[in-house]
């Protein structure tokens, strides 16, 4: 039998060289598959920090909703309405005017974050109250904030600088809502609770309020405990039945809700001058 030598592969010597190399190169190998897994776990965890952080932003909030990872929208009673600040025209503009664009930016998202999450733990949130002159009253769709209802927009009596954008979300919106140009409405404190979700500001410095009602859930006539939809009157013959959807939208380009509708005056409508004919009669002379 051929003896085996000392350099060869089945050698004593080779064996412990081979058990040394395997030895050296499993901790390198332990420790980089544990530092894949801790980046990984970090990662994780900062996606869901963001994404549970912040469920105003639209890809987290679409993701969270289709997961079912966010309870919806509730609606209150005047009793169990979250505690807050009523603030006037005036005030809630003065508060907010010195903000900076990312200032102001950063502000929404926490306006509309407190209402995603039905102001669980929050007890400071803004209210808006006071009398609007209504500008006019669009009909919410499909590609608004809240799908269904009405926004009433208006301007503060005792503060010009503030537009009120009114969003009143509702089941079926009424056939008859008669609230004219120029009528003056109420938005009360407690009994609607009114509110603020988005600030924005125009180039002349002017801001619109875009505001929603809290309450707008009430007991039932009966002993029944089955809480029903607030019916909620601007004026007489302007009544509404309101309802939290459950949902909404939070893109930025729907806010605010409302449009401008600019309508010009009878006595600035310029005449388009006559244009000058001639007749067959006067033609034949200029032959």
């Given at each position: 039998?051929?003896?085996?030598?000392?350099?060869?592969?089945?050698?004593?010597?080779?064996?412990e060289q081979d058990e040394g190399r395997h030895k050296s190169g499993s901790p390198i190998l332990w420790i980089a598959a544990i530092a894949v897994l801790i980046g990984l776990n970090f990662a994780s965890w900062v996606f869901c920090m963001i994404v549970f952080g912040k469920p105003e932003r639209p890809l987290n909030y679409k993701l969270l909703t289709k997961l079912e990872k966010l309870d919806p929208i509730r609606g209150f009673m005047p009793?169990?309405?979250?505690?807050?600040?009523?603030?006037?025209?005036?005030?809630?503009?003065?508060?907010?005017?010195?903000?900076?664009?990312?200032?102001?930016?950063?502000?929404?998202?926490?306006?509309?974050?407190?209402?995603?999450?039905n102001y669980i733990e929050v007890d400071?949130?803004?209210?808006?109250?006071?009398?609007?002159?209504?500008?006019?009253v669009q009909e919410m769709g499909e590609?608004?904030?809240?799908?269904?209802?009405?926004v009433v927009r208006g301007r503060s009596t005792t503060f010009p600088d503030v537009i009120l954008d009114f969003a009143l979300p509702s089941e079926e919106p009424p056939a008859r809502f008669e609230l004219a140009k120029g009528d003056v409405i109420q938005?009360?404190?407690?009994?609607?609770?009114?509110?603020?979700?988005?600030?924005?500001?125009?180039?002349?410095?002017?801001?619109?309020?875009?505001?929603?009602?809290?309450?707008?859930?009430?007991?039932?006539?009966?002993?029944?405990?089955?809480?029903?939809?607030?019916?909620?009157?601007l004026a007489e013959n302007a009544v509404i039945r309101l309802f939290t959807p459950p949902q909404i939208q939070v893109d930025p380009?729907?806010?605010?809700?409302?449009?401008?509708?600019?309508?010009?005056?009878?006595?600035?409508i310029e005449e388009k001058p006559v244009e000058l004919s001639v007749s067959?009669?006067?033609e034949a002379k200029a032959e």
């Open positions: 039998m051929e003896a085996v030598s000392e350099e060869s592969s089945f050698s004593r010597n080779s064996r009793v169990t309405a979250p505690r807050g600040k009523f603030y006037s025209a005036k005030d809630l503009y003065a508060r907010i005017f010195t903000f900076r664009p990312n200032e102001l930016r950063a502000y929404n998202g926490i306006l509309k974050r407190n209402y995603l999450k400071d949130i803004v209210f808006l109250s006071g009398e609007f002159v209504v500008d006019s590609d608004d904030v809240f799908t269904s209802g009405l938005v009360p404190e407690s009994s609607t609770c009114a509110a603020l979700l988005n600030v924005e500001r125009l180039d002349n410095a002017v801001m619109v309020f875009t505001v929603a009602p809290l309450v707008t859930r009430t007991p039932a006539t009966t002993k029944d405990p089955i809480l029903m939809n607030r019916e909620f009157e380009e729907r806010w605010p809700i409302s449009e401008e509708i600019v309508l010009v005056e009878e006595d600035e067959e009669e006067e």
